[in-house]
């Protein structure tokens, strides 16, 4: 199976950007500032997709602009974050530079700059708001994550889905759709989903190290009722 069916970026854009990606010496990735599951496990996966690439990987740069520049804990169980390079070490002009689920430029933080000197910047996201900021635009509001275009990218580009690139994947797409519960939890998202688990990941890992959206706002309130009785 494959989700290129879920997009609705045109299928000359998805081939102008693979064409980019293979001729590229250099691929720099990028999330948004303050990044949740769906960025990172979304850019994750595509950095260890380049990197095993059969024939010769390209030299693969991954980052996001926060400053100072820290993993948030709840995500450091994602494979590949050992392999994040701090904004101060990222190409200032990258050859090509792919953006993950950052809906403008200035959700970029740190790495704007090197967004706006990029020869080539492909945009992945799916959010409504999106301002198509990228020279390719592969941006689907009806896409339930960014990590089903993750998905979809690394189809295109032919490289086979492993556990480790499908546990940031899988943590994505269970972030984004409330684990399953949000209206955009289609049937594709389900087959996603039992692909992403066949590669033998375990779904108790999200569950236990992100915490659910319930207990978010659990704390939230907790906060809330604590800042209150301060007065
Ligand atoms: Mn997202």
Redesign the pocket.
């Known amino acids: 199976m494959t989700t290129s069916s879920m997009t609705t970026s045109s299928d000359a854009d998805w081939a102008r950007a693979v064409k980019v990606i293979d001729g590229a010496s250099q691929v720099c990735l990028a999330c948004h500032v303050r990044p949740d599951a769906?960025?990172l496990g979304s850019m994750l996966a595509v950095l260890d997709a380049l990197c095993s690439r059969p024939g010769g990987p390209p030299s693969v740069v991954a980052s996001f602009g926060d400053e100072p520049f820290e993993v948030p804990a709840i995500l450091r169980f994602l494979p590949g974050v050992e392999q994040l390079t701090a904004p101060a070490d990222y190409p200032a002009q990258p050859e090509v530079m792919l953006s993950f689920?950052a809906a403008s430029i200035d959700r970029l933080g740190a790495l704007t700059g090197p967004a706006t000197a990029a020869g080539e910047l492909i945009v992945l996201d799916?959010h409504a708001s999106s301002t198509r900021f990228g020279t390719i635009n592969l941006v689907d509001p009806a896409a339930a994550?960014?990590a089903v275009l993750a998905t979809d990218l690394i189809d295109r580009l032919a490289i086979p889905l492993t556990e480790q690139m499908a546990l940031g994947l899988y943590a994505g797409l269970v972030t984004?759709t409330g684990s399953f519960k949000f209206s955009a939890t289609t049937p594709q998202v389900h087959e996603l989903a039992a692909r992403l688990l066949s590669t033998g990941i375990d779904p108790g890992i999200v569950s236990r190290e992100l915490p659910s959206t319930a207990l978010s706002w659990t704390r939230m309130l907790r906060a809330g009722l604590a800042l209150c009785g301060r007065r």
């Open positions: 769906d960025a689920d799916h994550a960014t984004d």
